[in-house]
């Protein structure tokens, strides 16, 4: 039996295949205790910090909607319905959550450059204090900041605003 197990929001996710088959088991050996799982989630998706990282190049922005269950990404099936990829709920699009994300490069203070994705919440904090028009604009004219992202995905955690105030960018003649 292929069996795909995932950890999301805390609660353990089983996906069959559809030659798959359920029995009961009188005897169960090998099932990992929670404390195992969580250490092989963390190793998956280690946390790295980069001190006074600053905004040096946005890629690209996206907006985009998601399922208002899971957040799961949708494809359109109608002109006002869409199905969720990742749950398989089906749904109004105008019930679907509207999102946003960037992707980034980031020096940090050591010179290295750090190409990660945020999303959300984390672009609110990023651009909290950011004057600007657009979302880009925000972006590069944020503060320097402290983040965490997971090393697997490069997916942005979390951001912590910096106590130093940006180096204003040079401009030539």
């Known amino acids: 039996m292929n069996v795909l197990t995932r950890q999301y929001e805390g609660a353990k996710h089983i996906s069959f295949c559809d030659s798959s088959s359920i029995e ?9 205790s929670e404390e195992e799982d969580y250490e092989e989630v963390n190793h998956l998706q280690s946390i790295k910090a980069v001190t006074d990282g600053q905004i040096i190049l946005v890629l690209s922005t996206t907006d985009y909607l998601s399922c208002v269950a899971c957040s799961g990404s949708i494809i359109h099936i109608s002109d006002t319905l869409a199905k969720c990829t990742k749950c398989r709920a089906t749904m109004k ?11 980034l ?5 050591l010179k290295k450059k750090w190409n990660l994705t945020a999303y959300n919440e984390q672009l609110e904090d990023i651009i909290q204090e950011a ?21 697997a995905t490069n997916e942005l955690r979390y951001t912590i605003p910096s106590r130093k105030q940006p180096v204003a960018p040079s401009t030539s003649n």
């Open 105 to 109: 490069l980031i020096l940090d203070n």
């Open 131 to 151: 004057s600007g028009d657009s979302l880009e604009e925000k972006l590069l004219n944020s503060n320097k900041f402290t983040l965490h992202y997971y090393t």
């Open 93 to 103: 699009i105008s019930n679907c959550t509207s999102c946003k994300s960037a992707r």
């Open 24 to 32: 009961q088991m009188d005897q169960i050996d090998g099932i990992s």
